[in-house]
T-cell receptor, first 111, second 115 residues
Framework: AQSVTQPDIHITVSEGASLELRCNYSYGATPYLFWYVQSPGQGLQLLLKYFSGDTLVQGIKGFEAEFKRSQSSFNLRKPSVHWSDAAEYFCAVGAPDDMRFGAGTRLTVKP | DSGVTQTPKHLITATGQRVTLRCSPRSGDLSVYWYQQSLDQGLQFLIQYYNGEERAKGNILERFSAQQFPDLHSELNLSSLELGDSALYFC??????????????FGPGTRLTVL
């Protein structure tokens, strides 16, 4: 069965520092992978998605993610974090009609 | 603003009651998805409708039902409510049926509190 693990429940980084959020997945076939961001009181916004092709995916707001099949990982990165990036981040795998989400990683940004 | 609207924003009700949550998809989107987000279960896919027809079912309880109307808005009906049904309920929409290659756009959610 497909599943997603986000090992870090909460991460704190300083503004301007780099960020990496981890995501490991379990999927029987070629995975379809997504990263979403949820700001307080808001719905989920798609940051980026991977279906096939180039394993380094560029998304919105300066985020990127790298698909590594050998490690079953799809980590999200940003070179320089802004205070407005403070939010909860969800990794997901599967088709939209059978999407499995990770438990989320809450990002706090220190000034 | 995603273009997906949900009403009401908040709902407080008692155990055993029935409520209806409403979702209007983005203009042009034919698929509507319902999700439940709770502290213990996380974010779970409940059900999908495409152009008025049920397309896919996830972890939706038998006490819950949904429908999509000819104008493409959708309603999620929750009955015989239990304390554990307290959660944030999201609606999302996309253009196509399968979603592959589509982007799901999420609404702001309805927070349901069952007392």
């Amino acid at each position: 069965a497909q599943s997603v693990t986000q090992p870090d429940i909460h991460i704190t980084v300083s503004e301007g520092a780099s960020l990496e959020l981890r995501c490991n997945y379990s999927y029987g076939a070629t995975p379809y992978l997504f990263w979403y961001v949820q700001s307080p009181g808001q719905g989920l916004q798609l940051l980026l998605k991977y279906f096939s092709g180039d394993t380094l995916v560029q998304g919105i707001k300066g985020f990127e993610a790298e698909f590594k099949r050998s490690q079953s990982s799809f980590n999200l990165r940003k070179p320089s974090v802004h205070w407005s990036d403070a939010a909860e981040y969800f990794c997901a795998v599967g088709a939209p009609d059978d999407m499995r989400f990770g438990a989320g990683t809450r990002l706090t940004v220190k000034p | 603003d995603s273009g997906v609207t949900q009403t009401p924003k908040h709902l407080i009700t008692a155990t055993g009651q029935r409520v209806t949550l409403r979702c209007s998809p983005r203009s042009g989107d034919l698929s509507v998805y319902w999700y439940q987000q709770s502290l213990d279960q996380g974010l779970q896919f409940l059900i999908q409708y495409y152009n008025g027809e049920e397309r896919a079912k996830g972890n939706i309880l038998e006490r819950f039902s949904a429908q999509q109307f000819p104008d493409l808005h959708s309603e999620l009906n929750l009955s015989s409510l239990e304390l554990g049904d307290s959660a944030l309920y999201f609606c999302a929409s996309s253009v196509g049926a399968s979603g592959w290659g589509d982007t799901q756009y999420f609404g702001p959610g309805t927070r349901l509190t069952v007392l």
